[in-house]
Each structure stands twice: as structure tokens, then as C-alpha cells.
């Protein structure tokens, strides 16, 4: 017999557990699920969920749903709100990227950093603080969840498009090619090669530059494929000379865990040493993603030939 389906009061219990308190806990705590957690309040939290499931990309969900939403959501609804809050405790779901989105269909911020404390627009009409000033309209919705925009270039006073990151500067005589631009990287294998390292390690670092770009590997899956063991394997990337052209940031443990880089070995977040941190800004870089307990998401690697 299979399980009853949640109740509307249970999905209204996980809900309001979710927006209340893992969230804001997780973003307090800085979890290594997201890269970055731009905001750890319960509304703020509750608006940007909302703004993408009840919105449903089309207007700000206060013009769809009576305030306060958890008296008035649908049970389809909440689960859907619970669906993508834990996708944000997971790492499945980039917070700052929605919250961006939530906040450009308002019309608010900009660019701007906002200051601690400052109100983010409406979340689920039941706090004192932040609320929106008489006759303050929403602006229109441009985004929902998982739907990118362009935004919109911003103009200088003589009308012409300012500087931004989606911006292309274009070279001049005043302003040439770095040598980066115009030398080409050398060959990875090439490197190895006349390295004078061990015909082992060698083989190691040839192996490395197999793994793709937003992949990762693990040092057991290594070992396998070259006929050796994972602590061999570890020993013989220490101090990679070549990283990252010869990606051993690409490689982590068997249980999921961060594994080691430059000579240090990964401990629980907050605890990473100096070095360990910058293996997992290369990671999410490459768009590799993490969970709340920092293990990496995803299937692992093993295309070795």
C-alpha cells in the first residue's frame, strides 16, 4: 500500500520550517551549498520563493495571491515552494541568482549593495519591517524560477551604454592585447613531458588533463584507471607544478568530500585551510555544485582512455 501524500496542514508545517528556519539558518552559518548567501532573513527568503513559484513569471505574487500567502496558497503550490527552497538548501538552485531575479521584476536595487537590514520588497506579509511606502508599485515581472533575462544596458548621461560587466572593451592603439591575448597557452603535455618528473607522475598529470572542464573525478576512480592506489595516486599530485592547466582541482574524494589541494587535506567548512577554499572557488567556477554539508553534487567522471 502506498504511503498517504502529505496533508495541506503538513506541507504548510515543512513550508514554514523551511523559510523560517533552515534557510535562514544555512545562510547564517555559510553553508558551502551556495557560493554566496546575499541574504539570511525569513521574508527575504519567502519573497524570492514566491515571487517565482506564485508569480508564475508573469506578475509580482502580491497581484496573484492574498496576503499572507500561507493562509491562502494552494496545496500545489506549497509544494512547490518546498520543492525549490530545498533545492536551495541543496545547491541545486543558485540563491543569489534568484534573488537577482526577484528583485528585477520589483524594479528595486539595481546594482546597488544593499545595506544590512534594508527591506527587499515584499515577503510574506506578515512582518513590521520593510514594508512598502503608500502608492510604491511593483515593477514588472521580467523572470521565474530557472528562466534567465538579459538585463537591461544602462546609459550615461549622453546616452551611451556604460561600462558593465557584459561589456566588451575592444583593443586600441592605446590600449593593446595583453600578451595573455596574443601568446598562446602552452600544451599541458608538452609541460609534463619535459618536466623530469617521475614517469608515474607524469602519467598522473596526463591522466588529469583528461577531465573535463565542470566535471570532477575522484582518486580512487583515478587510481583504477592507471592500476594503482588512491593514496599513490594523492601523493604523486601533491604540489602539482602545472595547476590549474593540469586540472588535480578536478579530483576529490570517493565519499564526495572536498579531497586535498596543494598539500592540504579538506575539513569541515569553516575549518578550510586557505588553499582547500581556493580548490572549491575553482570548482563552482566551473559550475560545479556542493551541498549544505559541502560533498560535491553530481555523478562522478570516469571517461579515462
Known amino acids: 500500500m502506498s504511503p498517504h501524500p502529505p496533508s495541506p ?3 504548510l508545517a515543512t513550508w514554514t520550517t523551511l523559510y523560517k528556519h533552515t534557510l535562514p539558518a544555512l545562510a547564517l552559518s555559510h553553508a558551502p551549498s551556495q557560493p554566496s548567501w546575499p541574504v539570511h532573513l525569513d521574508h527575504c527568503f519567502a519573497r524570492i520563493i514566491y515571487d517565482a ?12 495571491l492574498r496576503s499572507p500567502a500561507v493562509a491562502h496558497m494552494s496545496a500545489a503550490q506549497l509544494r512547490a515552494c518546498i520543492a525549490m527552497g530545498e533545492a536551495i538548501a541543496d545547491g541545486h538552485l543558485g540563491l543569489e541568482e534568484a534573488d537577482k531575479r526577484s528583485l528585477a521584476l520589483r524594479g528595486k536595487m539595481g546594482g546597488r549593495k544593499r545595506k544590512v537590514g534594508e527591506g527587499d520588497g515584499i515577503g510574506d506579509g506578515e512582518r513590521g519591517k520593510g514594508k512598502r511606502k503608500r502608492g510604491e508599485k511593483d515593477g514588472d515581472i521580467r523572470a521565474a524560477m530557472r ?5 537591461e544596458a544602462k546609459h550615461d548621461k549622453e546616452g551611451t551604454p556604460s561600462s558593465s560587466p557584459l561589456h566588451t572593451t575592444h583593443p586600441t592603439a592605446a590600449s593593446p592585447l595583453p600578451p595573455s591575448a596574443t601568446t598562446p597557452s602552452p600544451d599541458p603535455l608538452a609541460l609534463i613531458a619535459s618536466s623530469g618528473l617521475s614517469s608515474f607522475r ?3 598529470l596526463r591522466a588529469l588533463t583528461q577531465v573535463p572542464c565542470g566535471q570532477h573525478t575522484t582518486y580512487a576512480a583515478l587510481a583504477a584507471h592507471l592500476g594503482s592506489a588512491p593514496r599513490a595516486v594523492g601523493n604523486a599530485m601533491r ?3 602545472f595547476a590549474p592547466a593540469v586540472p588535480c582541482h578536478r579530483v576529490l574524494a570517493a565519499d564526495g568530500g572536498i579531497g586535498g ?7 569541515r567548512e569553516g575549518k578550510e585551510g586557505e588553499r ?5 572557488e575553482l570548482l563552482r567556477g566551473e559550475g560545479v555544485r556542493f551541498d549544505g554539508k559541502g560533498r560535491v553534487l553530481g555523478g562522478v567522471w570516469r571517461g579515462f582512455v
Open 261 to 267: 589541494f596543494g598539500g592540504e587535506w579538506g575539513g
Open 147 to 151: 528562466v534567465d533575462t538579459k538585463p
Open 239 to 241: 604540489n602539482n607544478p
Open 202 to 204: 607524469q602519467r598522473v
Open 9 to 11: 496542514s503538513d506541507l
Open 53 to 64: 513559484v506564485i508569480g508564475a513569471g508573469v506578475a509580482p505574487w502580491p497581484t496573484r
Open 276 to 280: 582547500i577554499r581556493k580548490k572549491r
